[in-house]
């Protein structure tokens, strides 16, 4: 191990708890990497008994690839680390527990935008509640919507605190209602996952101890954004050793408004309630000395007190050397010399080959959705410079969603629909009338374009057929040839193909809407209702809302275009070069006309010094924005040093005035070295069923579904699947776990999981087809196989393979004498062809050969068993029977990570149901 003193001690350093102050910069990740395979190698302890958390899925995943990479050549059982995000981690307690939860199997968990719909769905409830009218009396956003946003917003705070209510109030009793609303739809939202976990494991003492007694040790990363409801669970799943390791720097915390409190860092030591060691990673092998010096003067400008953990700023050798890194790239008052001046330079530093690519510039800003620098990105592209801005809320002004849209009202509005009267008065309506002209104007000058929105528009002026719902009508819009071209584009970048991945968001959008309205099939009597929900609300509301656009969860600086980020989104990344903007803003408190009401509900809010806090977070956020830079810092605005408001602001204004211009001489542009963009080191993840074989039946399609998340349309024949595999895992379990069972709660069991799917995919079976589907559990239930005993059920298993991972989900475990089988259930008719047999025979093999790599006993092979007629076909397994199937694997994942997709492997049997048979441009599908 190359590290220092500090790194060092905090990698030996595993019992009692350890709370490590890391700088920007100061190798945080390797330190933990390194402290992981220390723990595992050196102290011999299991990965299973280690819990690591994250602040987001790609810091969970570059980690677990990391220490996959430093393992691989170890026989070290990986499969059983807890890893991820606090939230992902919750969910799998939820999971592993669910039948203690509030939740049934096949639950789903709501995104902020679901949270916001469900709510207004469900408005009725809380209008009836004591105290609706005089709690909402003075409030100046009386719509159905903004009174969601704000139940929504306390909800969320009651959770994140993990408050327990039981008072007559109107806001108790309005969360008690929704907590019991929720459930009853087997939704959760993403704060309710954590007190969900909580409250399982407080109140089921003998689960508690379970996972205790596996979870000896455990990591958390980016402490100082943690909420009180996740310091709650991190120390109750700490037990008695307390063997707790919390990594953070308060300097860096930037969630309050998220409901994080830094004073679990800064209380850390006196709340963890054994003797804590403090460790301070202070070294910052990121920046350049200039840019290291600049951030310690913007951080030391503010007088803290106690409510800072003291630390210095270290340079390495390496890095020890006197030059200019910080200068200020400004005009004076002319926003077009300004975005000139920017553009000139992005320019000059591509032109001289300073930088290879855009992708090394990020800027910085409070807001990316501000007109200025909306316009800013709008400018730079003109000039022929890419910009990546995802969450700059252009995503509804983007040519394709405008088209698309315009091509819904057009096929969708009556004359008696309530938009098309303007019985309603929208701020949307101005957009559709946008979207609506473009498609006429258009049609005008083709005729060909003309002809197919006739067909699609005559299809569902007069209904006569099964004709599906929005999201079919979605599948036939995107047949037209307008659409042709994105969907042809060979390039696979992010930038290039914006379009595509935003017809794939818009895709989901349309399933939401269908969900949501419970619609299978659009006929005469509701396309009107369907229509006037979809435009006046649905839409409506997204659009306030604001959609952001694909992330790439590995690409986080796409090639050939400068990234626009706020300075949240950019926490944890790090960039040559970064520019930061937003110069004109000012310390503000948050707009709280509920702040007295909030102290009666939420404690510890005298942590700090209330008129402190918005000078602490405001320096917080830009040392956070400061310290992304490697290589040069640059602070531009357009300066104004007349009237109130002054650019750059009061609290820059020192700093700013200390730091010379670009073009003054002090930055000495022979000498400047940038650095590429890092590459982050995550493997992609491939399974059998999900990847080797939906590529191999379609390339195309794959793409489509996988790449660009096109939603496929749900069939009944899924539905029954879901079904029953949910209720053979539900015996299973019970069986592993020392349930009682009998037919009676399996029925049960089973008729109540078919209510929830009903609603949750709004589907439904003939009863016919559910009865035959309770008469198959029920004879595995009775049958052979579960006379053998059951190791494992649903068990997550997966093993590193080069430059990708190889996962699967096994059925079933079984114990079989001393070796190990597989079960693999299969809904479907064992009438099947010789390739999908040979398919099946090699996805056991493929699973023996996972569970070999996971497990020290034996595997001798497996089982397919049809559900339909209860037929076993056994699959014997050797090692090396895996070879042929891992040399696919490599062919295929590599053809994939190579963007090879255009193939379109034609049958018609699956050609016929696929939800792109009509726009396969230039192939007579069938």
């Not at 790449?707 to 069986?735: A, M, P, V, W």
Request: net charge neutral; charged share 30%.
């Amino acid at each position: 191990m190359n590290l220092n003193l500090s790194q060092k001690e905090v990698v030996e350093n595993i019992d009692g708890p350890l709370l490590i102050i890391a700088g920007p910069g100061s190798g945080k990740t390797r330190t933990l990497v390194e402290r992981m395979i220390y723990m595992i190698k050196d102290k011999n302890i299991k990965p299973e008994e280690i819990l690591v958390s994250t602040f987001t899925e790609r810091a969970a995943r570059e980690l677990t690839t990391r220490i996959g990479n430093r393992l691989k050549n170890e026989k070290i059982y990986l499969e059983g680390l807890y890893i991820g995000t606090l939230h992902s981690i919750c969910l799998k307690i939820i999971d592993e527990n669910i039948e203690y939860s509030n939740l049934k199997r096949g639950y789903r968990v709501l995104d902020n935008v679901d949270q916001k719909f469900f709510v207004f769905s469900k408005l009725k409830f809380f209008k009836e509640i004591n105290g609706f009218n005089k709690f909402f009396q003075n409030k100046n956003y009386l719509t159905n919507w903004k009174i969601g946003e704000n139940l929504i917003k306390w909800f969320n705070k009651f959770s994140e605190e993990g408050l327990e209510l039981d008072d007559n109030s109107f806001l108790t009793q309005s969360y008690l209602m929704y907590k019991k609303l929720i459930f009853e739809e087997n939704v959760i939202d993403f704060s309710m996952i954590q007190c969900e976990a909580y409250r399982i494991l407080k109140e089921n003492l003998e689960i508690l101890k379970k996972l205790q007694n596996k979870i000896k040790y455990t990591m958390i990363d980016e402490y100082q954004d943690t909420n009180t409801i996740q310091e709650k669970l991190i120390f109750l799943i700490g037990g008695k050793e307390q063997n707790i390791c919390v990594v953070g720097d308060d300097d860096q915390g930037i969630y309050r408004f998220r409901g994080a409190t830094i004073r679990n860092i800064l209380q850390f030591e006196g709340r963890v309630g054994k003797i804590c060691k403090v460790v301070k990673l202070e070294v910052n092998y990121r920046s350049e000395k200039d840019i290291v010096n600049f951030c310690k003067e913007w951080i030391d400008s503010l007088y803290w007190d106690e409510f800072r953990h003291s630390k210095e700023l270290i340079v390495p050798k390496e890095k020890n050397i006197d030059r200019t890194r910080v200068v200020k790239l400004s005009v004076e008052s002319s926003e077009n010399k300004w975005q000139e001046r920017i553009a000139n330079f992005l320019i000059f530093m591509k032109n001289s080959k300073k930088i290879n690519d855009y992708n090394q510039v990020a800027f910085l800003f409070r807001s990316v959705k501000n007109k200025k620098i909306v316009s800013l990105a709008h400018y730079l592209e003109y000039r022929g410079i890419g910009v990546y801005s995802p969450r700059s809320n252009l995503f509804f002004n983007r040519e394709e969603i405008i088209l698309i849209i315009g091509i819904f009202l057009y096929v969708l509005l009556r004359e008696n629909s309530k938009i098309y009267n303007n019985e309603y008065k929208l701020e949307i309506l101005d957009y559709y009338k946008k979207c609506l002209n473009i498609i006429e104007k258009k049609i005008k000058v083709d005729e060909e374009l003309k002809k197919e929105l006739e067909i699609i528009k005559s299809e569902y002026e007069n209904i006569n057929t099964n004709i599906g719902n929005l999201l079919n009508l979605y599948y036939k819009i995107i047949s037209i040839k307008c659409f042709k071209e994105i969907f042809e584009n060979k390039d696979n970048s992010v930038l290039e193909n914006r379009a595509l991945y935003n017809l794939g968001i818009f895709s989901k959008i349309v399933e939401k809407a269908d969900k949501i309205s419970s619609i299978q099939n659009l006929n005469n009597e509701n396309i009107i209702k369907i229509g006037d929900y979809f435009f006046t609300m649905h839409l409506k509301f997204l659009k306030q809302n604001g959609v952001d656009e694909y992330e790439d969860i590995k690409e986080y600086a796409p090639k050939g275009a400068v990234s626009f980020l706020t300075i949240h989104q950019s926490k944890g990344l790090e960039f040559p070069i970064v520019i930061v903007g937003s110069l004109e803003s000012v310390p503000e408190s948050d707009k709280n006309d509920d702040e007295e009401l909030e102290k009666k509900y939420i404690p510890y809010n005298d942590f700090e010094p209330e008129y402190r806090i918005k000078d602490f977070d405001f320096w917080r956020l830009y040392y956070t924005a400061f310290s992304r830079a490697k290589n040069l810092l640059i602070l531009s605005c357009i300066e104004n040093s007349k009237g109130k408001r002054q650019i750059p602001s009061l609290p820059f204004k020192r700093v700013y005035e200390n730091i010379p211009d670009i073009l003054s001489g002090d930055l000495n542009f022979s000498e400047l070295n940038i650095e590429n963009t890092s590459i982050i080191d995550i493997k992609d993840s491939y399974s059998y069923t999900g990847d080797l074989l939906k590529y191999k039946e379609c390339p195309y399609r794959y793409k489509l579904n996988k790449i660009y998340d096109f939603q496929r349309k749900k069939t009944i024949e899924n539905f029954y699947g879901t079904l029953i595999h949910e209720s053979f895992e539900y015996l299973n379990l019970s069986i592993l776990n020392g349930k009682d069972l009998n037919i009676e709660k399996i029925q049960n069991k089973y008729y109540s999981d078919y209510e929830f799917m009903k609603k949750k995919e709004n589907l439904f079976l003939d009863k016919e087809v559910l009865n035959k589907g309770l008469e198959q559990i029920l004879n595995y239930y009775n049958g052979d196989l579960l006379k053998n005993k059951i190791v494992d059920v649903e068990k997550n298993l997966f093993v590193f393979r080069g430059a990708y991972t190889i996962e699967g989900k096994l059925d079933l475990i079984i114990q079989e004498g001393e070796n190990l089988k597989i079960v693999d259930f299969k809904t479907g008719s064992d009438s099947i062809d010789k390739e999908s047999l040979e398919n099946y025979i090699s996805q056991i093999k493929l699973y023996c050969y996972l569970l070999s790599m996971n497990s020290e006993k034996k595997v001798s092979g497996g089982y397919i068993f049809f559900v339909k007629n209860e037929n076993k076909i056994e699959v014997p397994y050797n090692i090396g029977d895996e070879e042929e199937i891992l040399k696919d694997f490599d062919s295929i994942t590599e053809r994939i990570s190579n963007g090879m997709f255009s193939e379109k492997r034609l049958s018609e049997e699956k050609c016929l149901k696929c939800e792109f048979k009509k726009h396969c441009f230039g192939i007579n599908m069938i």
